[in-house]
């Protein structure tokens, strides 16, 4: 077995030492799996198997290292211990022994166990094995049952692995898909998640579709819009092929606390109606994020705009402010779904450039100059006002903010 897995999982890499640990203590699941595999970690991710008494062992470690403590499960015997660049949740033993503990594990892979104290590896149901041969297999279709959102986590697992469902294992989930419904929508999102961020989930995205696992939370989807999921993979790689800033840009977050890319935003809005109103309903009962819900029904919205032919600056302007920071988002699916690369390239060409009027306007005047040079008080009229005087700017009518004032007195003038 690899040499290497004693290393990577040493007491000497974690937040706390192994003295606090009973001598039954295993580590379980995907620390032990990515170890064999020879995956290094950044944020060290440690599952605990205690005999007994895991919430107080936890609760020790917590209160010696002034760590965070969080009780995840009173009646499972769960608790979470949070250190700054690690993760240690300790379980209580399923069953008398850790083989009827590992038993009730989703996956041959997750079902590995390793001894701290003597750096043995427990495997008794092959695991490693799998692993060799890069598959997910079952270990019971009761404990699929058990937690039917394991049903969902192996595609994503083998997403992020690289590795393939074996054939039996395939089977039994199609035939169980029915068991999702009963699964936390929040929790089908999460598993959801980890497949949008990168072209490696489309594939398993697909096959949570078709095997009717994604299909009571995508009641709209269809055959022809899952499989535009794949083209857009292959737009956005053609895209940062030719403006590296662009794939970037699609590569990120929407927000630092929020692990949906744009990408991924262009990736659900092909899976939820195409109505923006629908669409949000459809986001919100998956829980996902007002930042997540607005980027998508955003992306719907402009989409049709971004199929126009040729528009004027003008109306180039107005779509700049109602698409923001979505624009990449949007331009993907305009691309997926047949609009030019020519068409869309002007417009690509602006919002790359930082300095482009039309995509970043800089405000000749403030809402305050205007209503103390026009002697108007606070109003809507205000806004239009300053829309106006962008728009003139950005054609070429105006350039200063003298300029800006008295355009705005002749607006006025003619209303």
């Given at each position: 077995?690899?040499g290497?897995?004693p290393?990577?999982?040493?007491?000497?890499?974690?937040?706390?030492?192994?003295?606090?640990?009973?001598?039954?203590?295993?580590?379980v699941?995907?620390?032990?799996?990515?170890?064999?595999l020879?995956?290094?970690?950044?944020?060290?991710?440690?599952?605990?198997?205690v005999?007994?008494?895991?919430v107080?062992?936890?609760?020790?470690?917590a209160?010696?290292?002034?760590?965070?403590?969080?009780?995840?499960?009173p009646?499972?015997?769960i608790?979470?211990v949070?250190?700054?660049?690690?993760?240690?949740?300790?379980?209580?033993?399923e069953?008398e022994?850790?083989?009827t503990?590992?038993?009730?594990?989703d996956?041959?892979v997750?079902?590995?166990?390793?001894?701290p104290?003597?750096q043995?590896?427990?495997?008794?149901?092959?695991?490693?094995?799998?692993?060799?041969?890069?598959l997910?297999?079952?270990?019971?279709p009761?404990?699929?049952?058990?937690?039917p959102?394991?049903?969902?986590r192996?595609?994503r697992?083998?997403?992020q692995l690289g590795?393939t469902?074996?054939?039996?294992t395939?089977?039994?989930?199609?035939?169980?898909?029915s068991?999702?419904?009963?699964?936390?929508p929040?929790?089908?999102?999460?598993?959801l998640?980890y497949?949008?961020?990168?072209?490696?989930?489309?594939?398993w995205?697909?096959?949570?579709?078709?095997?009717?696992?994604?299909?009571?939370?995508?009641?709209y989807a269809?055959?022809?819009?899952?499989?535009?999921?794949?083209?857009?993979?292959?737009?956005a790689?053609?895209?940062?092929?030719?403006?590296?800033q662009f794939?970037?840009?699609?590569d990120?977050?929407?927000?630092?606390t929020?692990?949906?890319?744009?990408?991924g935003?262009?990736?659900?809005?092909?899976?939820v109606?195409?109505?923006?109103k629908i669409?949000e309903?459809?986001?919100?009962e998956?829980?996902?994020?007002r930042?997540?819900i607005k980027?998508?029904?955003?992306?719907?919205?402009?989409?049709?705009q971004?199929?126009k032919p040729?528009?004027?600056?003008?109306e180039?302007y107005f779509?700049?402010q109602?698409?923001?920071s979505?624009?990449?988002a949007?331009?993907?699916?305009a691309?997926?779904?047949?609009?030019?690369?020519?068409a869309l390239?002007?417009?690509i060409?602006?919002?790359?450039?930082?300095?482009?009027l039309?995509?970043?306007?800089i405000?000749l005047?403030?809402?305050?100059?205007?209503?103390?040079?026009?002697?108007?008080?606070?109003?809507?009229l205000?806004?239009?006002?300053?829309?106006e005087?962008a728009?003139a700017?950005?054609?070429?009518?105006?350039?200063?903010?003298e300029?800006?004032?008295?355009?705005a007195t002749?607006?006025?003038?003619?209303?």
């Amino acid at each position: 077995m690899n040499g290497s897995v004693p290393s990577l999982l040493s007491p000497e890499n974690w937040p706390f030492s192994l003295e606090f640990l009973p001598q039954a203590a295993y580590i379980v699941g995907g620390a032990v799996r990515d170890a064999i595999l020879g995956k290094t970690r950044e944020y060290l991710d440690l599952d605990f198997v205690v005999p007994s008494d895991a919430v107080k062992v936890a609760r020790k470690i917590a209160t010696h290292y002034k760590a965070g403590f969080v009780l995840l499960d009173p009646q499972r015997q769960i608790a979470r211990v949070v250190f700054p660049n690690a993760t240690a949740d300790f379980a209580q033993q399923e069953g008398e022994c850790l083989e009827t503990d590992l038993h009730r594990r989703d996956f041959t892979v997750n079902a590995i166990a390793y001894n701290p104290h003597t750096q043995e590896i427990i495997d008794p149901l092959q695991g490693y094995l799998d692993l060799q041969q890069r598959l997910l297999r079952m270990i019971s279709p009761a404990n699929l049952v058990d937690d039917p959102l394991r049903l969902m986590r192996a595609y994503r697992q083998a997403a992020q692995l690289g590795f393939t469902i074996e054939p039996n294992t395939e089977a039994e989930i199609r035939s169980l898909a029915s068991h999702i419904t009963i699964v936390a929508p929040e929790r089908v999102r999460a598993e959801l998640s980890y497949m949008l961020v990168n072209a490696k989930g489309t594939l398993w995205i697909t096959k949570a579709w078709e095997h009717n696992l994604l299909v009571p939370f995508f009641k709209y989807a269809t055959k022809e819009s899952v499989s535009l999921l794949t083209v857009l993979d292959k737009v956005a790689f053609q895209l940062a092929q030719m403006w590296q800033q662009f794939g970037v840009e699609l590569d990120q977050y929407i927000r630092d606390t929020v692990k949906t890319t744009w990408l991924g935003v262009a990736k659900l809005a092909t899976l939820v109606n195409s109505e923006p109103k629908i669409a949000e309903i459809e986001l919100m009962e998956l829980t996902y994020s007002r930042a997540e819900i607005k980027a998508v029904s955003t992306a719907l919205t402009v989409l049709p705009q971004l199929k126009k032919p040729l528009m004027s600056l003008r109306e180039q302007y107005f779509f700049f402010q109602e698409a923001g920071s979505v624009f990449s988002a949007s331009v993907v699916l305009a691309l997926a779904d047949g609009t030019s690369l020519e068409a869309l390239t002007p417009l690509i060409t602006r919002y790359l450039n930082p300095d482009d009027l039309v995509a970043y306007p800089i405000p000749l005047l403030s809402g305050r100059h205007i209503m103390l040079a026009l002697n108007i008080p606070a109003s809507p009229l205000v806004g239009k006002l300053l829309t106006e005087i962008a728009v003139a700017q950005i054609e070429g009518k105006i350039s200063t903010a003298e300029q800006a004032i008295k355009f705005a007195t002749r607006l006025l003038g003619n209303d």
